[in-house]
């Protein structure tokens, strides 16, 4: 059983630590212009140097919309984590860790929006050819997946 809880706390700080690059970073979308590799994040855009990220008006409350999101699910998994280490330590034996995987279940729903208007909205660089989804874009994906397991996990995980 302690192997299985520590094993759950490693993959939680993996995914916080994930979800945390994965918003920061500005590699969401990558393309070529003039042979030169130019990345786009929810915050800036990078040639050799980072700029403003440019969006149009129709795209901005998208852009807004996935950068909430993205922090919101942060914000929970952090939460979830703590809440976590809390019910540990005081939670009687035989009772189950409903409120962390109910937590970590809004935050999988958190990126689940997120990344999902994200996909929606955001296909193309302007100017640029060759474009595809960078790293960040699939580490978001990935703490989705993570986030719905550890939720699971949570929510049938008993304290024996």
Same mark, same amino acid.
């Given at each position: ?68 999101? #993205? ?32 937590? #970590? ?56």
């Amino acid at each position: 059983m302690l192997v299985l809880l520590a094993g759950i706390f490693v993959v939680h700080i993996a995914t916080v630590i994930m979800l945390f690059v994965s918003t920061i970073a500005n590699v969401w979308m990558v393309g070529y212009y003039n042979a030169q590799e130019v990345s786009s994040g929810l915050w800036l855009q990078c040639n050799k140097s980072c700029t403003q990220l440019l969006v149009t008006s129709s795209d901005e409350a998208s852009l807004k919309a996935v950068q909430a999101f #993205m922090i919101l699910s942060i914000i929970f998994s952090v939460i979830a984590l703590v809440v976590f280490i809390v019910q540990l330590f005081t939670l009687e034996k035989g009772k189950r860790f409903y409120i962390t995987g109910a937590v #970590m279940l809004v935050c999988w729903l958190c990126i689940l929006i997120g990344v999902s208007i994200y996909t929606a909205r955001f296909t193309k660089l302007p100017g640029t050819t060759r474009v595809h989804h960078g790293y960040c874009f699939i580490l978001a994906w990935i703490c989705f997946c993570f986030s719905f397991i550890i939720s699971i996990l949570y929510l049938v995980l008993r304290k024996k």
